[in-house]
């Protein structure tokens, strides 16, 4: 193999070169990514990075220098070609090229899918005041319009990131309700009880939480300094999100957090076989041996994890997989994910069958610490930690062995 | 000298955290005392929660391991390294011998942001570079 190219210069990218270099691929690298960013962390931009003194609000500034997953010292190393601000639009028939937007493109021996997701979008016109949070630049966005004076802000969407975005807010002072379709937050992701539990947060912690509505639309109004706002903006700012049970919330500010959707489009018209997701095998190869897909965008045995520590713990299996040309090894990682909301650290690990029961295990929810396992058929295949990391990590290791046991 | 606990307080495999600042974690490693800083050198965690096996500890938030006796990570996320602090045993009570603070990071100043974007980011030549300075510092003048 002399060339590999990775495309997304993201978590999972940047971890694919990294294994690349550290499996002993010493052939041509080239790094292929849509945002004119070298690699940075998401998690923070939902959490500290909004919460940040505003002193640090200049672009570059105090605020940003902790979201480089990367720096100098291993750009030398890694020895790529970053093709930054460029998006790969194709691949052809046999991935022997990833086909570039500038008209160029790189003749390649193995490629390395790395595109993620991007946020989900509510249909209709897009009013200034109206958010996603998905990139640095969503996030800038974000907090230049929390930065000026209180505001009325409208998180639609009451999962990981809205949960988060509204704990940042709140935390800035201003005025938030989120909006949720389903009777209880986080109800696919935890079940009803900790989804209890984490509604309990957001009133604890100042957030008017609306559940079991949809939204049927936003308001808004010719804005005096439409001008101002970018051009992907439709004229006019936000005044409203009206739900569907006909209630008119009003606010300045609102940020759509409705999850993310697989960004795959670039693979049409290929023989990759693309099912919410990059389809793979458990060694994350896909339908064609000398592609491999990692991170959020791939559906690695039938699952696809949009987790922070998936995407940097795929790319070591992958990239060995990609290098023997066959399946040689396959994933065994537990599921894991964390979240910060309202000064409370969430951990969670393993899988949760539908119909699993919880047991606190240590401490106790209105203490706001605690352990609690789910359990189904008579196993602990999950575990849930608020502020209770030892507890956490044993239970963790355990979940972990016996999965790796039973592979 | 920090005072920390007696001895007989801090069994093996158990580790404690001191409200200093920053504050620091004191770890007993089947027998060895080890301190360091407590907060994780990648991102906002607390080490004196973390996994102990041997002289390695493991963040609780991304499993990050520390070499207690270096402070050096022994795998990412974390890249730079926690600092050690001396231990000594008086009287049967564990005390911590603060290190130095290191030298407080400031952000590279616009006009040595130039030198840092690396010569093999290439391709989108301009692109990269305005990447690069807008996580290391510069960027707002473009
Ligand atoms: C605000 C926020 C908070 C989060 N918090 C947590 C958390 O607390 N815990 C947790 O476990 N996880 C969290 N996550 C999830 C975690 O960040 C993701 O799982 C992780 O970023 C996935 O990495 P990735 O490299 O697969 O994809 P991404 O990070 O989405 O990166 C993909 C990259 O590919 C680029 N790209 C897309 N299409 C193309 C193309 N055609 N050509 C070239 N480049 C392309 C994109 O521009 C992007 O830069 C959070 C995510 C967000 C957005
Ligand atoms: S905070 Fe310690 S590894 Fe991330």
């Given amino acids: 193999m002399n060339t590999v190219t990775v495309v997304g210069a993201s978590l999972a990218g940047l971890y694919a070169a990294r294994e690349l270099r550290a499996q002993g691929f010493d052939g041509r690298l080239v790094i292929v990514g849509a945002e004119p960013h070298l690699p940075y962390d998401r998690p923070p931009l939902s959490k500290d990075f909004l919460t ?107 999962g990981f990131i809205g949960a988060e975005t509204a704990s940042s807010c709140v935390a800035l002072g201003h005025d938030v309700t989120v909006v949720e379709a389903a009777p209880l937050p986080l ?62 919330l009003p606010a300045d500010v609102v940020v759509v957090g409705i999850g993310a959707a697989p960004n795959t489009a670039w693979l049409a018209g290929t023989s990759l076989a693309v ?24 559906r ?102 016996r999965q790796v046991a039973a592979v | 000298m920090i005072p920390v606990c007696r001895l007989e307080d801090l069994p093996a495999g ?6 200093t600042t920053p504050p620091v974690a004191v770890f007993n490693a089947d027998g060895a005392l080890y301190a360091v800083d407590d907060t994780c050198s990648h991102q906002d965690a607390s080490l004196s929660e973390g996994w102990l096996e041997g002289c390695l500890v493991e963040c609780p938030l991304h499993a990050a391991t520390f070499d207690l006796r270096t402070g050096q990570p022994t795998c990412l996320p974390a890249r730079r390294p926690v600092r050690t602090h001396r231990v000594s045993v008086v009287d049967g009570t564990i005390h911590v ?20 974007v690396p010569a093999g980011v290439s391709g989108a030549g301009s692109l990269s570079a305005t990447a690069h300075s807008t996580l290391t510092g510069e960027g707002s003048a473009a």
């Fill in chain 1, 52 to 158: 940040s003194d505003p002193s640090n609000l200049l672009v570059g500034g105090a605020a940003e220098a902790p979201l480089a997953l990367t720096d100098t010292e291993e750009i030398g190393e890694l020895a790529a070609e970053w093709l930054l601000g460029v998006h790969a639009t194709g691949l052809d028939q046999h991935a022997r090229a990833v086909l570039l937007d500038d008209g160029r493109s790189v003749v390649t021996d193995g490629v390395v899918v790395a595109t993620g997701a991007s946020a989900r979008r509510l249909p209709g016109p897009w009013p200034a005041g109206v958010h996603t949070l998905r990139t640095l630049d969503d996030a800038r966005a974000l907090r230049a319009d929390l930065a000026q004076g209180t505001r009325r802000v409208v998180v639609i969407g009451g």
């Fill in chain 2, 14 to 19: 158990e580790s404690v955290r001191l409200d």
């Fill in chain 2, 97 to 116: 011998h603060l290190t130095e603070p290191a030298a407080v990071p400031v952000p590279v100043p616009a006009s040595a942001t130039s030198a840092i």
């Fill in chain 1, 300 to 401: 690695v045995g039938g699952v696809r994890a949009e987790h922070w520590t998936s995407a940097t713990e795929l790319p070591r299996v992958a990239v060995r997989n990609l290098l023997a040309a066959r399946t040689v090894e396959t994933v065994t990682a537990l599921p894991y994910f964390w979240s910060d909301q309202y000064g409370s650290r969430i951990q969670f690990a393993g899988h949760r069958p539908a119909d699993a029961t919880v047991r606190i295990e240590e401490g106790s929810p209105d203490d706001g610490s605690f352990l609690a396992v789910y359990e189904h058929a008579g196993r602990v295949t999950a575990a849930l930690a608020v502020d209770c990391p030892r507890p956490f990590m044993k239970v963790r290791r355990e979940l972990r062995a």
């Fill in chain 1, 187 to 248: 109800l696919p992701q935890l079940g009803p009880d900790m989804g209890a539990f984490c509604a309990d947060l957001h009133r604890r912690g100042g957030t008017r939480l609306l559940t079991g509505t949809g939204v049927a639309g936003l308001h808004r109004v010719a804005s005096p300094h439409s001008h101002s706002h970018s051009h992907s903006h439709s004229p006019g700012h936000v005044t409203a999100v009206e739900l569907s049970d006909g209630r008119l």
């Fill in chain 1, 275 to 298: 099912r919410d997701g990059v389809v793979c095998d458990d060694g994350c190869v896909t339908s064609l041996p000398n592609v491999v897909a990692v991170g959020d965008v791939a």
